[in-house]
Nanobody
Framework: QVQLVESGGGLVQPGGSLRLSCAASGTFFSINAMGWYRQAPGKQRELVAGVTSGGSTNYADSVKGRFTISRDNAKNTVYLQMNSLKPEDTAVYYC???????????????WGQGIQVTVSS
């Protein structure tokens, strides 16, 4: 099992910045991809950014050039630096991790509890 603890959300004015963190702990063989999704009221959950174990990244078109995802493999932590925030970035942000269990090496998806990001003046 993998537990994910998210932090760093909150209220910020348009144009401001926030940094989200998600730390993974528990029992696993390895962590593969890590990423962030978000869900705004009345909308489907969407991928914001992802990073592979090798460091390759991908972003939603709406956040390219403003958000940066990174990971610290030694700490099993993924970060999302969000700059130039817009009101449309307001959503609950969810951390997502793919991990291999220690016995069967089966790939399992894990989700954080979600953290609110509100961009408003």
């Amino acid at each position: 099992q993998v537990q994910l603890v998210e932090s760093g959300g909150g209220l910020v004015q348009p144009g401001g910045s926030l940094r989200l963190s998600c730390a993974a702990s528990g029992t696993f063989f390895s962590i593969n991809a890590m990423g962030w999704y978000r869900q705004a009221p009345g909308k489907q959950r969407e991928l914001v950014a992802g990073v592979t174990s090798g460091g390759s990244t991908n972003y939603a078109d709406s956040v390219k050039g403003r958000f940066t995802i990174s990971r610290d493999n030694a700490k099993n932590t993924v970060y999302l630096q969000m700059n130039s925030l817009k009101p449309e970035d307001t959503a609950v942000y969810y951390c997502h991790v793919e991990a291999l269990d220690p016995i069967w090496h089966r790939l399992t998806n894990y989700w954080g509890q979600g953290i609110q990001v509100t961009v408003s003046s």
